[in-house]
């Protein structure tokens, strides 16, 4: 469902991604993670379109992201690692603008707006002007519209980040059945609690470069009993092969 | 691993069902079903109806005094404007010939070709500008990148708003002269029925020109560092000013004599190109306006309206083309450079203590430590933040360049009417410097305190009396305006020429003016915080920000009329006819030194009373 293939990325002389090659199919939920700075934002950048490889491809569906642009994004639910809403437009307006650019009609955005205020919990506020959404509503509320026109691929850049315990369940929850269902999920996230928990395979990333791409219990079989958890591997990989990439790149 | 087809994940329909009975939607998520090109535009139309309705609506509810100032400002502007244009035409017409005359043709066209010349240059630069901050550096350009919306959508959707946003101030200028020489060359009905169609479809032209180039240069040299773009301009500036200098400038003597109106005539005849859209507009109205007599032996193509009909269908048709240019140029270029744009160098800068700082520190000696740090914070804060000098730098250096300007009605006589157009210039430009220095207190002074909320965990937590902190800000606004606007005060009193006792009348006012304005802006951003917001100019914009800007206007036209009165009767008494009987010269002494020392009581209240209130509710204020 997703693919890179030999995507690089760089910032002038900086190297953000180098020469990534992964694929995700659908029903999986693909945790990505890594340091700040490690190229996670801008493999999901490029993976929603926002900015294009500088080399290889990224394609969703089969869809180049460069020259299928439309196609590729119509299979894509994004939601961001800072949530932006218009802000003196309501939820509920805001899920209508998302679900008729998507191409619902009427009765089909206002069936999918109502099942995600459901979902999401939104009713209390949805009414009401975004500006005054604290940033645990706003990031439900881009969950909602991320969703709301059933997209075979969800993007979701540190979803965790601002949420209360009861929302990251109800987060984590709402991945988990959508994975179920068969939808393929890419994740970035600093919380590795939250990837062990649901992720069904992790991607560590360190100076641009993939060191390891798999599920967690093959990454366990790497690592001595007693240091299993998805913290001390993901420290004790980030450290020793993250210096050699970080050589290699110099 | 496989992604598989393009096909597979299309054909036809997509059906996801999540988590149980509540994902039961069936929607086709092919590209046939996403909208059309019309429907696209219909929806970002109604997105921005109803934002721009919503924000109406909270207008009039959350800061109805603004609006209202606002609107009220306006009014009374556009009133101005059109008096000043419709007295302006009426002399034209007493002084230089009626509708019709040569001469009157002249000067008309004249004005207009170089007014809407000028606009033509300004409307390609702000609307580029204004472009480049919407599609570049908005985060709801980014959010619609990320959907299936046509880029080219995109760009229209930003350029709407760049067009409205640079042409509004073109239409608030550009009304009231063309209803107040419709009027007075009597024109015709279509002549107010063509000026709508004329106007748009010209702005239409130098802002679409704006937008592409915008999208041309970021296309191409998104790696442009501002630096380069700023040395660029400031070359161009170099290059241009002599030729400006050249053009405007034009000895004393000759000033307003025949031969000096040709030549004028001669060194603007740039602005007269067929080519402009300028002069298709100028031609456009000065045809509409024109009283045409029509005999038998007239073609119909000669009649005004048609030659005003053929302009708009060439200025239509130019807008029209360059609406297709921009959307090939949009198709074209905006994805590619959002992604160059997006991924260009960024430089991190290197701090070390500057030349600046050092001065700084060097001034402040006699301060107390913990105030002196606090000054230098905010002048690092200050410096390193090209927003907001840059806009005290253009707008003083304007006021600068008039006033190095204002000599040149110089009269030699000495006659009562220069003497009171001197003295009334001179306070009118005090008033100037200190209206521009109160939208400076208000948009960066008032918000400081709010601002200071978000940093709190610092500030609150030193060693150091709240007081101080207050007390900070106060002395950064007043001394750091200060000294510019009292070199602008006396630039303009030394190319006027007034007499000394009149300039240290003007020192004594600006001072009094920089302590009130900065006081009113530190009590009432003291008194009247916003916490919740991050953006300066939203905080100015609130309640409080009208307020103190009203209220500083009004402190500034108290303390010149104040002082400015009494002068004004002092230097004239005796020179005019009415001057001793108007008031009796051996009390004027008096009533200018009852003047300066009730302005000083005014400012001494405008600067003890809101400084005192803000302190007394800061030292309570509680950073939720």
Redesign the interface.
């Known amino acids: 469902?997703?693919?890179f293939q030999q995507v690089s990325?760089?910032?002038?002389?900086?190297l953000?991604v180098d020469n990534l090659n992964l694929?995700?199919?659908a029903g999986e939920l693909y945790a990505l993670l890594g340091h700040n700075g490690a190229g996670k934002t801008t493999a999901i950048?490029m993976l929603?379109?926002?900015?294009?490889p500088?080399a290889g491809s990224v394609?969703v569906?089969?869809?180049d992201l460069v020259s299928?642009?439309?196609?590729a994004?119509?299979?894509?639910g994004?939601v961001?690692d800072?949530p932006?809403l218009?802000d003196?437009?309501s939820g509920r307006?805001i899920l209508n603008?998302?679900g008729?650019?998507?191409?619902?009609d009427n009765e089909?955005v206002e069936?999918?707006a109502e099942?995600e205020i459901?979902?999401f919990e939104l009713a209390e506020f949805v009414d009401e002007?975004t500006e005054t959404y604290s940033h645990g509503m706003k990031q439900r509320t881009v969950f909602a519209a991320a969703l709301l026109?059933?997209p075979?691929v969800l993007v979701v850049d540190e979803p965790m980040i601002g949420l209360d315990p009861h929302s990251m369940r109800l987060v984590k929850d709402?991945m988990r059945?959508?994975v179920a269902?068969?939808?393929c999920i890419f994740m970035s996230t600093h919380t590795l609690q939250a990837a062990e928990e649901i992720a069904t395979r992790v991607g560590i990333m360190s100076h641009g470069h993939l060191l390891f791409d798999g599920t967690i219990d093959t990454l366990r079989e790497r690592f001595p009993a007693g240091q299993q958890s998805l913290e001390a591997m993901y420290l004790a990989l980030t450290e020793t092969k993250g210096k050699n990439a970080k050589a290699e790149a110099v | 691993?496989?992604?598989?087809?393009?096909?597979?994940?299309?054909a036809p329909a997509?059906a996801?069902?999540?988590?149980g009975a509540?994902?039961a939607?069936n929607?086709?998520?092919t590209?046939a079903?996403?909208?059309s090109e019309d429907r696209?535009a219909q929806?970002l139309w109604?997105?921005r109806y109803?934002?721009a309705r919503?924000?109406l609506a909270?207008l009039f509810v959350d800061a109805r005094l603004r609006t209202i100032l606002v609107s009220s400002l306006s009014v009374f502007f556009w009133i101005g404007l059109f008096l000043l244009f419709y007295e302006g035409f009426t002399f034209i017409v007493d002084n230089v010939g009626v509708p019709g005359a040569p001469y009157h043709a002249q000067t008309v066209q004249f004005v207009f070709h170089l007014f809407f010349a000028s606009l033509n240059i300004m409307l390609i630069f702000s609307s580029g500008i204004i472009l480049y901050s919407g599609l570049y550096n908005s985060?709801?350009a980014?959010?619609m990148?990320?959907?299936?919306?046509?880029?080219e959508r995109i760009v229209l959707f930003k350029f709407q708003e760049a067009v409205f946003y640079s042409s509004w101030g073109f239409f608030l200028l550009a009304s009231p002269i063309m209803i107040a020489y419709g009027i007075v060359a009597g024109a015709p009905w279509f002549y107010y029925l063509l000026l709508a169609p004329l106007i748009v479809s010209f702005v239409y032209i130098p802002c679409s020109i704006g937008a592409i180039c915008c999208l041309f240069v970021i296309h191409r040299l998104p790696?442009l560092r501002r630096i380069v773009v700023a040395g660029a301009l400031l070359l161009l500036v170099c290059a241009v000013t002599p030729l400006v200098w050249r053009t405007v400038n034009s000895p004393q003597s000759r000033l307003f004599g025949t031969e000096w109106f040709q030549d004028t005539l001669y060194r603007f005849r740039f602005t007269q190109q067929e080519w402009l859209p300028s002069t298709w507009l100028t031609n456009g109205l000065l045809e509409a306006a024109r009283q045409g007599t029509t005999t038998a032996a007239d073609e119909a193509t000669d009649l005004p309206i048609v030659q005003s009909i053929l302009y708009l269908a060439l200025l239509v048709s130019n807008a029209l083309f360059f609406h297709v240019l921009t959307i090939w140029a949009a198709k074209r270029w905006f994805?590619?450079s959002?992604?160059s744009f997006?991924?260009?160098?960024?430089r991190n800068r290197v701090i070390r203590r500057s030349l600046a700082d050092r001065v700084m520190s060097a001034l402040l000696v006699g301060f107390p430590l913990p105030l002196q740090l606090l000054l230098i914070k905010d002048w690092r804060l200050l410096r390193r933040d090209p927003v907001q000098w840059s806009q005290f730098l253009i707008f003083f250096g304007l006021l600068g360049l008039y006033f190095l300007n204002v000599d040149r009605f110089n009269n030699p006589h000495n006659d009562i009417g220069y003497l009171t157009w001197i003295n009334m210039v001179s306070f009118l430009n005090l008033a100037v410097v200190g209206l521009i220095l109160s939208t400076f207190t208000t948009r960066f002074i008032y918000p400081m305190i709010s601002l200071e909320g978000h940093c709190f965990w610092i500030l609150g937590l030193l060693p150091i009396d709240r007081d101080t902190i207050l007390w900070s800000k106060f002395w950064f606004a007043s001394l750091g305006s200060w000294i510019p606007c009292s070199l602008l005060v006396l630039l303009s009193d030394v190319m006027l020429r007034v007499p000394m006792m009149v300039v240290v009348v003007h020192q004594l006012t600006c001072v009094l003016l920089c302590l009130g304005l900065a006081s009113i802006a530190v009590g009432f951003g003291a008194m009247l915080p916003n916490f919740r917001e991050t953006s300066p100019s939203k905080i100015a914009a609130g309640f409080g920000g009208t307020l103190n800007l009203v209220l500083s206007a009004l402190y500034i036209m108290v303390v010149v009329v104040l002082t400015a009165l009494p002068c004004h009767f002092y230097l004239l008494a005796g020179k005019g006819p009415w001057g001793a009987s108007f008031v009796d010269p051996q009390y004027l002494r008096l009533w200018l030194i009852l003047g300066t020392v009730a302005a000083i009581i005014v400012g001494a209240i405008a600067t003890v009373v809101p400084l005192r209130r803000g302190l007394r509710a800061f030292r309570v204020l509680e950073f939720a």
Request: include cysteine; glycine fraction near 8%.
């Open positions: 469902m997703i693919e990325r760089s910032y002038g002389e900086k953000a694929a995700i199919n950048k929603v379109g926002l900015i294009r500088g394609r569906g089969g869809y299928q642009t439309r196609q994004t119509s299979l894509i994004y961001p800072e932006y218009y003196k437009l307006e603008f998302v008729r650019m998507y191409g619902m089909q069936r999918a099942r459901g979902r002007l026109h059933a075979r709402l059945n959508e269902a068969g939808m | 691993m496989s992604a598989g087809s393009a096909d597979d994940y299309l997509i996801v069902s999540g988590s509540m994902r939607v929607w086709p998520a590209l079903s996403l909208p696209e929806l109604r997105l109803r934002t919503t924000q909270r985060p709801d980014t959010l990148l990320t959907m299936p919306i046509r880029p790696k994805r590619a959002y992604a997006a991924c260009r160098v960024r």
